[in-house]
């Protein structure tokens, strides 16, 4: 057990989970961050969409932020899974301490930050999981300018893989594979037709060589990259040990927030890819940014009741 009582600990140290310490670090706060090293884009070579780190190796954009981060001496860091989190009181004040779990090890602090992330859940097709961030991918933005206008295939998981199709051809001649997934009715039938997306009903078997797809009926497809939508699930099961109310989204579930990132349980707050749908580094730079801030505000002058 270690001794030390923090003012807030960040679980996750990936991007959302640095910004937060960097703000708390820079009001002076005992931070901890406890981090497993599983950011969810570290199967990219490379990071597009992020001002001044666009084409940037994800992998050293949060090597470098880490490196900032800890050169402010009031933040500590921790290697490992964060297993465990709960909500005590202090039995002389009865003020608010939260305890987390590394192993056999556990961290006290006044504030909690989840910058869990999430974990992907992928298609069961022979050689996507190999090909995922390298030539198979879930975000136009981040990935599709540079495919050059090649040829595009997006594998359906559902009827919501219409969004992609219907996006795609503004970065190249789109093909939706339907993959038993679901049978466009008339209106959704126009709609790809209108933006001149070919339609592919044979059943994906494998994904060989760089993005060639090969189909139940023999032919194989080559396209300049894939696209395929990925349900998502919360990497650790701590926000249902501390009861947070979570968010159901046509992908997955996320934390529920207030304004300023605190979720249903005073003290706790959420940021990044675990608490919005719609994820970017971009994004969960900003929202940690808040959530470090808003922990601050909550030490200074209390936290909110949520009724």
């Given at each position: 057990?270690?001794?030390?009582?923090?003012?807030?600990?960040?679980?996750?140290?990936?991007?959302?989970?640095?910004?937060?310490?960097?703000?708390?670090?820079?009001?002076?706060?005992?931070?901890?961050?406890?981090?497993?090293g599983l950011r969810r884009n570290r199967f990219a070579s490379h990071s597009h969409g992020f001002l001044t780190q666009d084409g940037v190796d994800p992998a050293v954009i949060a090597a470098e932020a880490r490196a900032q981060v800890m050169k402010y001496s009031t933040v500590d860091w921790v290697s490992g899974r964060a297993d465990s989190a709960q909500r005590?009181?202090?039995?002389?004040?009865?003020?608010?301490?939260?305890?987390?779990?590394v192993g056999t090890v556990r961290y006290r602090s006044r504030r909690?930050?989840?910058?869990?992330?999430?974990?992907?859940?992928?298609?069961?097709?022979?050689?996507?999981?190999?090909?995922?961030?390298?030539?198979?991918?879930?975000?136009?933005?981040?990935?599709?300018?540079?495919?050059?206008?090649?040829?595009?295939?997006?594998?359906?998981?559902?009827?919501?893989?219409?969004?992609?199709?219907?996006?795609?051809?503004?970065?190249?001649?789109?093909?939706?594979?339907?993959?038993?997934?679901f049978e466009p009715d008339a209106d959704q039938l126009a709609a790809l037709e209108a933006r001149c997306v070919v339609i592919d009903r044979s059943p994906v078997e494998a994904i060989r060589g760089h993005a060639d797809v090969q189909l139940a009926d023999g032919?194989?497809?080559?396209?300049?990259g894939l696209f395929a939508l990925a349900p998502f699930e919360v990497?650790?099961?701590?926000?249902?040990?501390?009861?947070?109310?979570?968010?159901?989204?046509p992908l997955g579930s996320t934390i529920k927030t207030d304004a300023v990132k605190e979720t249903s349980m005073p003290g706790v707050f959420v940021c990044g890819d675990a608490a919005r749908p719609m994820a970017s580094v971009a994004l969960a730079v900003g929202d940690g940014n808040l959530a470090g801030v808003s922990a601050h505000r909550s030490l200074m002058f209390g936290t909110i009741q949520h009724g």
């Open positions: 057990m270690s001794d030390t009582i923090y003012d807030v600990i960040i679980i996750g140290g990936s991007y959302a989970g640095l910004s937060a310490a960097l703000q708390l670090g820079r009001a002076r706060r005992k931070v901890l961050v406890i981090d497993e005590n009181e202090e039995a002389t004040s009865g003020a608010t301490i939260f305890d987390v779990m909690l930050i989840l910058a869990l992330g999430v974990r992907d859940v992928l298609p069961e097709i022979k050689g996507l999981k190999e090909r995922w961030g390298r030539s198979v991918f879930h975000c136009p933005y981040c990935h599709g300018y540079e495919l050059n206008q090649g040829r595009i295939g997006v594998i359906a998981g559902s009827e919501l893989s219409m969004h992609q199709a219907l996006m795609l051809p503004d970065w190249g001649p789109t093909t939706l594979l339907l993959n038993r997934a032919r194989s497809l080559s396209f300049s990497s650790t099961s701590i926000p249902e040990q501390l009861g947070l109310d979570m968010e159901q989204g």
